[in-house]
């Protein structure tokens, strides 16, 4: 989407939501020469922190193609944040109800005509004791094999040092001023896929694909490694159980 067609509220955003950020933080922005000029594609981005959707934004709003985000329904009854959210053209996700595929339809809408869609592959905040990205779920695979769009992998840090997810005690931790870092990558080789039916298990690998984009992308800019295994919540509270289990019966 050129500049020229963000438009009034997405613009009114900015006006509200630069100038805190521009204050509070100082920014590392890398890889913009891999955001698409023109014409529909896909961004997946890892979550680590409330705050990160406008570190992300502020990135990509710079670029001049602003991204369009799947949010849960819920937030758009939320008052402002959903007047903003709805007139600013963001997708609402209904989880588990009879209107669930209309995210999905109104995703590939929307690449198709040549904006773009902004995909947390994992679905949630990350649980990863060290933040690094969980498993995804399948949503941007699905669309990206639909539409043939490009998938551009983003990984960013900092914000999670600013509002760390979770947190009880602490939760703003503005003090020294922390660096957002937002990376992102060339398009994700997703070719081998091409042609091939879109069966759980070809858009399990197409996700563990993009998936290890981002987090590659996130370790270079963490300068470290990424756990060979991805953390996955669901597999630690069954082993959690289990090991209680054991306990119980000693």
Same mark, same amino acid.
């Given at each position: 989407? +050129? ?8 613009? /009114? ?10 204050? /509070? ?8 020469? $891999? ?11 890892? $979550?680590?922190?409330? /705050? ?5 934004? $502020? ?15 819920? /937030? ?109 990558? +060339? +398009? ?63």
């Amino acid at each position: 989407m +050129p500049r020229r067609r963000i438009g009034f509220w997405y613009r /009114l955003a900015a006006v509200i939501a630069k100038p805190p950020l521009v204050v /509070l933080f100082k920014r590392d922005w890398r890889g913009t020469e $891999h955001i698409p000029a023109e014409g529909g594609f896909i961004t997946a981005v890892n $979550h680590n922190s409330y /705050l990160d959707p406008l570190s992300y934004a $502020h990135y990509q709003y710079n670029t001049g193609r602003v991204p369009r985000f799947l949010a849960k329904a819920g /937030l758009f009854k939320a008052g402002f944040v959903g007047t903003m959210l709805t007139n600013t053209g963001q997708i609402p996700v209904y989880r588990e109800t009879a209107n669930a595929l209309d995210a999905f339809r109104a995703a590939v809408d929307a690449i198709e005509r040549g904006e773009c869609v902004a995909f947390y592959p994992e679905g949630t905040l990350t649980r990863d004791p060290d933040m690094w990205p969980m498993p995804g779920k399948t949503g941007a695979a699905r669309v990206a094999l639909l539409t043939k769009a490009p998938v551009i992998p983003v990984a960013q840090w900092g914000a999670n040092l600013a509002m760390p997810p979770y947190a009880k005690t602490d939760k703003f931790r503005l003090f020294p001023r922390k660096t957002l870092v937002v990376q992102a990558g +060339p +398009p994700v080789d997703l070719s081998r896929f091409d042609g091939l039916e879109p069966t759980p298990e070809v858009l399990r690998e197409a996700t563990e694909t993009i998936m290890a984009a981002i987090t590659a992308l996130l370790e270079e800019v963490r300068g470290e490694k990424a756990p060979a295994e991805p953390y996955d919540p669901r597999r630690a509270r069954q082993e959690q159980r289990r090991k209680a289990a054991e306990g119980g019966t000693k």
